[in-house]
T-cell receptor, first 113, second 112 residues
Framework: GAGVSQSPRYKVTKRGQDVALRCDPI?????LYWYRQALGQGPEFLTY????????KSGLPNDRFSAERPEGSISTLTIQRTEQRDSAMYRC???????????FGPGTRLTVL | AQSVTQLGSHVSVSEGALVLLRCNYS??????LFWYVQYPNQGLQLLLK??????LVKGINGFEAEFKKSETSFHLTKPSAHMSDAAEYFC??????????FGKGTRLSVIA
């Protein structure tokens, strides 16, 4: 596609519910990254993929967070049993190769009530 | 671990004045360095990047940044601010296989 897209753009959920956030990277981009950005902070790394392989998930805060990219294109970040502290902007980025310039999507604003 | 420090969470300048946004990195090995801009309700857009070539890097919209190893700095400048420059700016660093590390951001306001 023309750019990185994310859906939904806004998600409001109740505490305890599961949510799935979707990222559609630029076509042909090998690497895909997930970040979380709290209000007043810079993006913080969560995890990244090269093709379908998850290379680093050291930034995932706990085991309620998981991500997949089964066909090396679209990726889903899943948060189980959401908590209020999970409220943040979740950003996805892709690059044509690891270490190359990352192109960011518009983000998904998650609010957990 | 790599860290990035941006001095000043909010900078305010008059239209036409010099813009200076500060960024310092922590790594003893000079990393790749980036400046991103974020406009409201939009994704992060790359302004410029340093990848160990020229120390003075020119980016889009008239911005430039100078890499100074002795000061571990990569400050962003623009000679003359425009109203459309009002946004949030993030400095980021990347070293080899480490994740991209961002600073906390600096919000730039431009006063008419």
């Amino acid at each position: 596609g023309a750019g990185v897209s994310q859906s939904p753009r806004y998600k409001v959920t109740k505490r305890g519910q599961d949510v799935a956030l979707r990222c559609d990277p630029i076509s042909g981009h090998v690497s895909l990254y997930w970040y979380r950005q709290a209000l007043g902070q810079g993006p913080e790394f969560l995890t990244y993929f090269n093709y379908e392989a998850q290379q680093d998930k050291s930034g995932l805060p706990n085991d309620r967070f998981s991500a997949e990219r089964p066909e090396g294109s679209i990726s889903t970040l899943t948060i189980q049993r959401t908590e209020q502290r999970d409220s943040a902007m979740y950003r996805c980025a892709s690059s044509f190769a690891q270490g190359a310039e990352q192109f960011f999507g518009p983000g998904t604003r998650l609010t957990v009530l | 671990a790599q860290s990035v420090t941006q001095l000043g969470s909010h900078v305010s300048v008059s239209e036409g004045a010099l813009v200076l946004l500060r960024c310092n990195y922590s790594s003893s090995v000079p990393p790749y360095l980036f400046w991103y801009v974020q406009y409201p309700n939009q994704g992060l857009q790359l302004l410029l990047k340093y990848t160990s070539a020229a120390t003075l890097v020119k980016g889009i919209n008239g911005f430039e940044a100078e890499f100074k190893k002795s000061e571990t700095s990569f400050h962003l400048t623009k000679p003359s601010a425009h109203m459309s420059d009002a946004a949030e700016y993030f400095c980021a660093a990347y070293s080899g296989n480490t994740p991209l590390v961002f600073g906390k951001g600096t919000r730039l306001s431009v006063i008419a």
